[in-house]
Structures are given as C-alpha cells and as structure tokens.
C-alpha cells in the first residue's frame, strides 16, 4: 500500500498549484483521504478530507473557498488544488489514508509548496 503525493513547488502569492496523491496496493472505496500540511517549526495541520466512496469533502477554515479536494477513482488520484495560495500556506503536504471513523494510518511522502509573497 503506496501513498505518494507530487505537484508541490515554489508559486508567487496569488497564484495556484494542484497536488496529486496516487493510490497503489489496494481499494480504498471505503476510506477517507485526507491532505495535512506541516510548516517549519510547526504541528502538523489537517487541510481537508475526502471520502473516496460518494466524494464529500470537508475542508479546515484556513483553507476553505481557496482549496479543492476532488479524486479520480479511474486514475486512483486524489487531488488538491490549492488556489489563491499565501505565503503563510508554505509547508510540506501530505497526503493520508484513514478507514472512515478511524485514524489516519497511511502516509505518503510529502510534497513541498513554497509561496512567495
């Protein structure tokens, strides 16, 4: 079971980016999929969620109307597109696997978004 998250880079402030988290090694139509962020210096911070079976999607309030989770269940790729990025948005991404009512206990490796202001 693979998590492996891509896409992060360096955007202006302003500007936009889509992260990709591939799914391999097995279903996971009964899990939610979440995105979380760790700054420098910094806790971990939950981003949002989707569920990959029906595609409801909650989102953390410092990211909601400026961040979309979406998936393909073709592709077994979860998204997040990150619009209206801020500086203070710069962390290593993460994307995490949790059966629905569980913990997160799946983790990919991190991708690093950088916004300059």
């Known amino acids: 079971v693979q998590l492996q998250a891509s896409g992060g880079g360096l955007v202006q402030a302003g500007g936009s980016l889509r992260l990709s988290c591939a799914v391999s090694?097995?279903?996971?139509?009964?899990?939610?999929m979440g995105w979380f962020r760790q700054a420098s210096g910094k806790e971990r911070e939950f981003v949002g969620n989707?569920?990959?079976?029906?595609?409801?999607?909650f989102y953390a309030d410092s990211v909601k109307g400026r961040f979309t989770i979406s998936r393909d269940n073709a592709k077994n790729t979860v998204y997040l597109q990150m619009n209206s990025l801020k500086p203070e948005d710069t962390a290593v991404y993460y994307c995490?696997?949790?059966?629905?009512?569980?913990?997160?206990?799946?983790w990919g490796r991190g991708t690093q978004v950088t916004v300059s202001s």
């Open positions: 995490a696997a949790a059966v629905i009512g569980g913990t997160y206990n799946i």
């Open positions: 090694g097995r279903s996971f139509s009964s899990y939610v």
């Open positions: 989707i569920r990959w079976s029906g595609g409801s999607t």
